[in-house]
């Protein structure tokens, strides 16, 4: 049995990131997915997801910023475009306190944007439908990042640094030996000297192979696309990114523009429990589907005039909607990230660095106070929605 130096489980988006990270040190890595790359039963599948800036949190700000320039770096490694910049706009009632929180982050950190009145909004996107009560946040260098092609691309620069990758391998247990791991996976067992656990929603299958059960819940939760009336209107250029945050009280909807299956839209966190990962998913909910289309329609009249067709994604929570990004506490020889509530992709590269900084020298440069494991212990598992 050769030993390895890191062996990855998980291919989405952050075990793939960590691979390239990883194999870019030059370590030798070995990753274990499951299924095939690109699978629809997990978190990292899809045409598009948001990269902005705006967060109450100032940590997930400064961290954006540093993400978006992992981005730009796997850019200019690979030779190929995965930003598109549409920019990101965050609109709400101005009585909502996390816009003002969103603001003054935005302004600390050095975020180029911009904050526009009812007015402005009126005038820079006739698209959508404002009250005298909203106000707009506009970052210029957010956008969208082409999901499954963004995994491909950092597989295929993991393979390309020596990662090795293996499909369709399922890990079935995990076991701490000595200051390594030993894993038995597919009828083999592998023996390396450091673990990365990218799991996702199949994170709490596999901590229960350690004997650990943190509080993490995992919710289906649904995306549409829609042809609007005016598809010009629709397109990037036109439309940048939407998260209508709305009286603060009902769940944001989120738009993205028409990049050729029409504007996708979701209502974030509001999915039903998924109890059992395994359990193959079910076909999207038409009613669902209308919910979005009602509320699509309310921030941009005319844009769910044809559903096109709809999917599914997991999101994995914590209790206080953290990421989780350690090392395990007992095990410092395993490195595990959850970074899973429906906001991670953005910081995949950026994660991907921390987790080998973790794997490789057991601490990292980045602040991942507020993402540490200790925390989980004291909570209670509490849905999103
Ligand atoms: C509908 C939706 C919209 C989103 N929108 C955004 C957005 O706009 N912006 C943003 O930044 N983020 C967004 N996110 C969140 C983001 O997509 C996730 O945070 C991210 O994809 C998580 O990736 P992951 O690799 O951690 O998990 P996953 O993608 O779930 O990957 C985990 C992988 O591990 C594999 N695995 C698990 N157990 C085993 C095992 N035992 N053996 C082998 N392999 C195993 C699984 O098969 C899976 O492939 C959204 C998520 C959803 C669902």
Redesign the pocket.
Known sequence: MRMLEVLI?????????AAYALARRGRRVLL????A?G?A??????L?????FAYPQRYYTQLAIAARQAWLDLEADTGQRLLIKTGVLDIGATSVPSLHACAVNLAAAGVPFEQLSAAELRARFPQLAITDQTIGLYQPDGG??P?SRC?ATLIEQARRYGATIAVG????RIMPDGSGVRVD?AGATYRAQRMVM??????P??LR?LGISFPLLVTR???AFFLARDRVLSKAGYLP?IVDHSDGREPSL?C?PDLGEGVKA?R?GV?PLVHD?YEPPPPPDPAENERIARRLEQTLPGFASRLVRA??????HTPDGDFLIDRHPEYGQIAI????????????PL?GEILADLAVQGTTPYDIAPFRLDRLRKQKAVALA
Do not use: N, W
């Not at 990218?198 to 994170?203: D, E, I, N, P, R």
């Not at 990230?337 to 995949?348: N, R, S, W």
């Open positions: 489980v998980g291919g989405g988006v952050t075990g793939a990131a274990l997915e499951q299924f790359i699978h039963r997990g978190s990292s599948h899809g598009s997801r948001l990269i902005g969208m990042l999901a995994v391998v399922r890990v079935d996976a990218a799991a996702g929603s199949y994170t299958v596999l192979s939760e649904q995306v990114v989120i993205f979701e974030h999915g990962p999917e599914t994604c997991r999101y994995t990230a959850v970074p899973c509530a429906g906001h991670g992709f953005k910081f995949a994660i």
